[in-house]
């Protein structure tokens, strides 16, 4: 298995923004900031929905609805965007419900997968294909799918983590840093000088939230 290792910014990012030196010697030391950005990482997916790191594989259920989009199916509109092709032989999985059981309804990869099931993958819509059920059903479906990281359908990705994630997730492992008995009452902030380091990490708790919301997913309550 793969280490991980952080993605959205690294400790040498957060040395530069505030000025300080990180190594395994130091306090906090690398491998503290390190696990730090990982945890703002997680944090930051789950407030926005998405993910920019590798891929992720969530499981779903989903209802009947009254909808049908004639050539593609009955849509289901899952939380995530920047879906993955569907493929069974990396995890993906449809289920349906039999009334007592999920009953296991997978195509076999690379044989009719889009005749069954149909994933919209840019944004992030599923079609079901081939299928009648009783309206007013809840949860009839349950689907295992990958979505993050990088899609080679999304031509104008030039790099996996946009610049303002990045940014979001090194303001937030500052103020962690920051926030934390490390001992520093002042910091030389973006050219003014030494400011005091609460105003400081109020300015920056303000434009965390902004890019937070700015990328956050609206998925439906209902």
Known sequence: MVERVPTYCTSSDIADWIRIAINPNTDPNTSMVDENIMDNEDRIDRLTGHTWLDTKLVTEEFSVNQLYDWGR?????????????????????????????WSDQTPVAGVGDDQIIYFQEIKGVIYLRGYLFTILQTNRFRVTYRYGGDNERIKDVTEPVPRDIKKACKLMTCIDILGTDFQMSQIAYGGEGNIDKNKVMDRWQTEIDQIIWSRSEITSTW
Do not use: Q, V, Y
């Open 73 to 101: 199916g009955m849509p289901l509109f899952p939380r995530k965007r920047n879906l993955k092709t569907f493929d069974s032989t990396k995890g993906d999985k449809f289920e349906i419900w039999d009334g007592s059981e």
